[in-house]
């Protein structure tokens, strides 16, 4: 398994040399993992400019290359996962569980009760990952994914409850 080590990084400024390098690596996974729909640097970093989304990422200690992040929002009790993803030549490695179980620390930490997110029907790797991970499917958002061949698919509502005893200050 690869050693990583997690970082949190809000809103940032063009200044911050780190920063818009930390959104090129970023768009650069994207592209390799969403091909039809891949966010770019400026999209992610607008999502940004909202103090209420926020992305950690994990990056190799032995290279320091970013191999994975989280791009998520938390609004009052609810986390939501609006994207996770690990570089290619890193999947199966454990990087995006880490990831997933740092972000719900870290919300359960600042208030959160659970965590949602949508993932397609069709990908079942992804629903496997979230279900291993506590999720469970919560309703279908029909239709709500375009196809590149024009056709659509659904949207799986899935949540995570957090356990009371760890949210009760």
Request: glycine letters at 4%.
């Amino acid at each position: 398994m690869t050693a990583i080590q997690i970082y949190k990084l809000d809103k940032t400024s063009p200044q911050d040399n780190t920063s818009q390098q930390v959104l090129a690596q970023l768009a650069h996974i994207e592209s390799g993992l969403f091909i039809y729909d891949a966010w770019s640097a400026a999209q992610i970093n607008s999502l940004l400019a909202q103090p209420f989304n926020h992305i950690i990422y994990a990056t190799d200690e032995l290279n320091q290359q970013l191999i994975g992040y989280c791009i998520y929002s938390h609004i009052f009790e609810d986390s939501e996962i609006l994207r996770i993803g690990t570089c290619l030549d890193y999947q199966q490695q454990g990087i995006a569980s880490q990831l997933l179980t740092a972000m719900a620390q870290m919300s359960q930490a600042t208030g959160a009760e659970r965590m949602l997110l949508e993932v397609r029907e069709d990908n079942h790797a992804a629903i496997a990952f979230y279900q291993k991970h506590g999720f469970e499917q919560v309703a279908v958002r029909k239709n709500y994914y375009d196809n590149h061949d024009m056709t659509k698919t659904h949207a799986l509502i899935m949540q995570r409850k957090f356990n009371a005893k760890l949210n009760a200050k």
